[in-house]
């Protein structure tokens, strides 16, 4: 005997159920609420497995609010009367509404969008102590008892034939058509006024990299519905798929997005993910504030290197008939299991929950800390490096700071943060000057045993883990699809040739396959000395000698020497106990995601409200 054939669900009427009710569901804008047609179908064809009706575990009440609210012109208060009708006609005559102590407390009742609970009205006593089936959430505080609610997909099965098979290749990188607004009463705040934002995104223009080449590869606009079975075709041609608010939390495109494979982007606050307990939806959709969707395109940015990586995944096929096909009976196992357990199944989370989960991800980082003093280069000491600085000593508590900059502005003053005003005292050129000057500092001021070597002109969003779990430092290298500067995570060759160059022929044979072309990284002092002296010890001058002395012999610009690479192979190769190589992959990250100009003058500095969007898109640091 299967899961559904031992619970008992009795169901009322559906002997006059005839063709012209499934016709009615089979029309195109009726399709997504056809959850109140095919479970209590379902169940009514399972009726003849309980011998006799006082055995029945649970009534189901077949009244369908949808249907019956457009056959009554859609007006509310003729709807309840109807339902108020059926209760009298169809419930309390089979005497069953008050067989339990609490009446009406073993039935259940469907109300599939967020209109139909309307139709409740002044008969909310019927839906207080029952079980409620719905894919909605929000509609409900009030009305139902939420320990009684159970959170059910939309029904997928009307659409089945009209959704073509999924695809690989997919060209159409961002998908959104549908209504934009809503001229039906009472829906003046449609969608959220959602719709319309992402609308206006993709249809301004937008003078920076990353916008251009999200709305190059993307198609979103209003929908004809003409061309309704179109719009099924090009989500499965689409990457992500936006899944937006409607009249209520919820839309049949989530559903419809995870047939055809396409990844959802879920921006609607009040949606409840059905199933929580057994369906991890972090793994095969992205969920967004609504109020961040501004934001979106960074979201995008880290969602695809995600699905590239295999930590976000299209959603299963066998999982439609699984969970979502009303029409086979592991759906319908699933509905009936939860059922049993509902009580136990509550705290269920909204997509804007798991939003919030994100944000706080960002605290979820090694915490071995021990004492590491900061160390951040910069031309000039602007705004833009004051709010790097903050940041960085706000995350990580650092014993000290120091700034070193040609020119220290007495505008900033933070406690443990040292000025140096610096120039290079070698005769390398002022962009190499610096590398060596990184090393000079770090072994002349450094007082502790770390130290972070950090970009002036990069900005942290969240904490990048210093130290992995055998408290070793992670040297991050870059790859293609952190957005590092060269692809596939190869090292320039110019930066391979003086690094060998530089380390000398006893680790000439270290693989220099990787670059570590990053914004930052962490050394351990007492590496910093042995790698200066190393390379004393091999070519009997220092190190800024040595990069002079082959500039002038080998390079064609003064661009050849990579200090994060360099000192990264020669930790890796030594003190290998000490380091670990890790992907920059799992920190993504933004280099100029817009002109500084577009926040007023030059030097001026972008908001604290946009850092937050991007910190909350997933973005670990941005970089100009």
Same mark, same amino acid.
């Given at each position: 005997?299967?899961?559904?054939?031992?619970?008992?669900?009795?169901?009322?009427?559906? %002997?006059?159920?005839?063709?012209?009710?499934?016709?009615?569901?089979?029309?195109?804008?009726?399709?997504?609420?056809?959850?109140?047609?095919?479970?209590?179908?379902?169940?009514?064809?399972?009726?003849?497995?309980? $011998? $006799?009706?006082?055995?029945?575990?649970?009534?189901?009440?077949?009244?369908?609010?949808?249907?019956?609210?457009?056959?009554?012109?859609?007006?509310?208060?003729?709807?309840?009367?109807?339902?108020?009708?059926?209760?009298?006609?169809?419930?309390?005559?089979?005497?069953?509404?008050?067989?339990?102590?609490?009446?009406? &407390?073993?039935?259940?009742?469907?109300?599939?969008?967020?209109?139909?609970?309307?139709?409740?009205?002044?008969?909310?006593?019927?839906?207080?102590?029952?079980?409620?089936?719905?894919?909605?959430?929000?509609?409900?505080?009030?009305?139902?008892?939420?320990?009684?609610?159970?959170?059910?997909?939309?029904?997928?099965?009307?659409?089945?034939?009209?959704? +073509?098979?999924?695809?690989?290749?997919?060209?159409?990188?961002? =998908?959104?058509?549908?209504?934009?607004?809503?001229?039906?009463?009472?829906?003046?705040?449609?969608?959220?006024?959602?719709?319309?934002?992402? @609308?206006?995104?993709?249809?301004?223009?937008? +003078?920076?990299?990353?916008?251009?080449?999200?709305?190059?590869? &993307?198609?979103?606009?209003?929908?004809?519905? #003409?061309?309704?079975?179109?719009?099924?075709?090009?989500?499965? *041609?689409?990457?992500?798929?936006?899944?937006?608010?409607?009249?209520?939390?919820?839309?049949?495109? @989530?559903?419809?997005?995870?047939?055809?494979?396409?990844?959802?982007?879920?921006?609607?606050?009040?949606?409840?993910?059905?199933?929580?307990?057994?369906?991890?939806?972090?793994?095969?959709?992205? =969920?967004?504030?609504?109020?961040?969707?501004?934001?979106?395109?960074?979201?995008?940015?880290?969602?695809?290197?995600?699905?590239?990586?295999?930590?976000?995944?299209? =959603?299963?096929?066998?999982?439609?008939?699984?969970?979502?096909?009303?029409?086979?009976?592991?759906?319908?196992?699933?509905?009936?299991?939860?059922?049993?357990?509902?009580?136990?199944?509550?705290?269920?989370?909204?997509?804007?929950?798991?939003? !919030?989960?994100?944000?706080?991800?960002?605290?979820?980082?090694?915490?071995?800390?021990?004492?590491?003093?900061? @160390?951040?280069?910069?031309?000039?000491?602007?705004?833009?490096?004051?709010?790097?600085?903050?940041?960085?000593?706000?995350?990580?508590?650092?014993?000290?700071?120091?700034?070193?900059?040609?020119?220290?502005?007495?505008?900033?003053?933070?406690?443990?943060?040292?000025?140096?005003?610096?120039?290079? %005292?070698? &005769?390398?050129?002022?962009?190499?000057?610096?590398?060596?000057? !990184?090393?000079?500092?770090?072994?002349?001021?450094?007082?502790?045993?770390? #130290?972070?070597?950090?970009?002036?002109?990069?900005?942290?969003? *969240?904490?990048?883990?210093?130290?992995?779990?055998?408290?070793?430092?992670?040297?991050?290298?870059?790859?293609?699809?952190?957005?590092?500067?060269?692809?596939?995570?190869?090292?320039?060759?110019?930066?391979?040739?003086?690094?060998?160059?530089?380390?000398?022929?006893?680790?000439?044979?270290?693989?220099? #396959?990787? #670059?570590?072309?990053?914004?930052?990284?962490?050394?351990?002092?007492?590496?910093?000395?042995?790698?200066? %002296?190393?390379?004393?010890?091999?070519?009997?001058?220092?190190? =800024?000698?040595?990069?002079? %002395?082959?500039?002038?012999?080998?390079?064609?610009?003064?661009?050849?020497?990579?200090?994060?690479?360099?000192?990264?192979?020669?930790?890796?190769?030594?003190?290998?106990?000490?380091?670990?190589?890790?992907?920059?992959?799992?920190?993504?990250?933004?280099?100029?995601?817009?002109?500084?100009?577009?926040?007023?003058?030059?030097?001026?500095?972008?908001?604290?409200? @946009?850092?937050?969007?991007?910190?909350?898109?997933?973005?670990?640091?941005?970089?100009?």
């Amino acid at each position: 005997m299967s899961s559904v054939d031992s619970i008992c669900v009795y169901v009322a009427d559906l %002997e006059a159920w005839d063709s012209s009710i499934h016709d009615w569901y089979d029309r195109v804008g009726n399709k997504q609420y056809a959850s109140e047609y095919l479970i209590p179908k379902f169940f009514w064809l399972r009726g003849q497995l309980c $011998s $006799s009706k006082k055995y029945y575990r649970y009534k189901l009440v077949p009244f369908r609010p949808v249907m019956s609210y457009a056959l009554n012109g859609y007006d509310i208060e003729k709807t309840g009367q109807a339902l108020t009708s059926y209760f009298e006609e169809f419930i309390e005559p089979f005497g069953m509404w008050h067989a339990s102590p609490t009446p009406g &407390s073993d039935h259940i009742f469907l109300f599939v969008s967020g209109r139909s609970i309307g139709v409740v009205g002044s008969n909310s006593t019927l839906v207080r102590d029952s079980f409620i089936l719905t894919p909605e959430s929000s509609p409900f505080n009030g009305v139902a008892n939420p320990l009684k609610t159970l959170i059910i997909p939309g029904p997928i099965d009307l659409y089945l034939e009209l959704i +073509p098979p999924r695809q690989e290749n997919r060209e159409i990188l961002f =998908f959104f058509r549908g209504s934009i607004t809503s001229d039906r009463p009472g829906e003046q705040d449609f969608s959220h006024h959602v719709r319309q934002r992402i @609308l206006d995104l993709f249809t301004q223009r937008h +003078p920076f990299g990353i916008f251009q080449d999200f709305v190059r590869r &993307s198609v979103v606009g209003d929908l004809d519905a #003409s061309k309704f079975e179109l719009t099924l075709v090009d989500l499965s *041609r689409s990457v992500f798929c936006f899944v937006p608010p409607g009249s209520s939390s919820w839309t049949m495109r @989530l559903y419809l997005a995870l047939h055809a494979g396409c990844v959802p982007v879920v921006a609607s606050d009040d949606f409840v993910p059905p199933y929580q307990d057994i369906l991890d939806w972090r793994a095969f959709a992205v =969920f967004i504030a609504e109020d961040d969707c501004e934001y979106l395109p960074y979201v995008l940015h880290v969602s695809l290197q995600k699905l590239k990586r295999g930590e976000l995944k299209r =959603f299963p096929e066998s999982h439609i008939d699984n969970f979502m096909s009303y029409q086979f009976e592991p759906a319908i196992a699933q509905l009936a299991t939860h059922i049993e357990s509902l009580e136990e199944n509550q705290g269920q989370k909204t997509s804007l929950d798991f939003v !919030k989960e994100m944000a706080l991800e960002i605290r979820k980082v090694n915490t071995f800390m021990p004492d590491v003093t900061l @160390l951040l280069f910069s031309a000039e000491f602007d705004c833009l490096q004051q709010i790097a600085v903050k940041r960085l000593i706000s995350i990580y508590k650092f014993h000290e700071a120091h700034i070193l900059t040609s020119h220290c502005n007495h505008i900033f003053e933070t406690e443990g943060v040292l000025c140096h005003e610096v120039q290079s %005292e070698n &005769s390398l050129s002022s962009w190499l000057g610096q590398q060596v000057m !990184k090393f000079e500092s770090v072994s002349k001021l450094v007082k502790t045993d770390f #130290s972070i070597i950090w970009d002036g002109d990069t900005i942290l969003l *969240r904490p990048i883990p210093i130290f992995d779990e055998l408290h070793r430092v992670n040297l991050y290298y870059g790859d293609s699809l952190s957005a590092a500067y060269l692809p596939n995570g190869a090292l320039k060759p110019e930066y391979a040739t003086s690094c060998k160059y530089i380390l000398g022929p006893e680790l000439a044979n270290v693989s220099l #396959s990787r #670059s570590f072309v990053v914004q930052f990284q962490t050394w351990k002092v007492s590496t910093v000395r042995a790698f200066l %002296e190393h390379v004393e010890k091999v070519h009997e001058k220092p190190l =800024f000698k040595v990069l002079s %002395e082959y500039g002038s012999r080998y390079a064609q610009d003064d661009k050849y020497f990579s200090e994060y690479t360099c000192f990264a192979h020669f930790a890796l190769s030594v003190y290998p106990d000490t380091v670990t190589a890790t992907d920059s992959a799992a920190i993504p990250w933004i280099r100029d995601p817009f002109s500084l100009e577009d926040f007023g003058s030059p030097g001026s500095c972008p908001t604290p409200e @946009l850092l937050e969007g991007l910190q909350r898109a997933g973005i670990h640091y941005v970089s100009w």
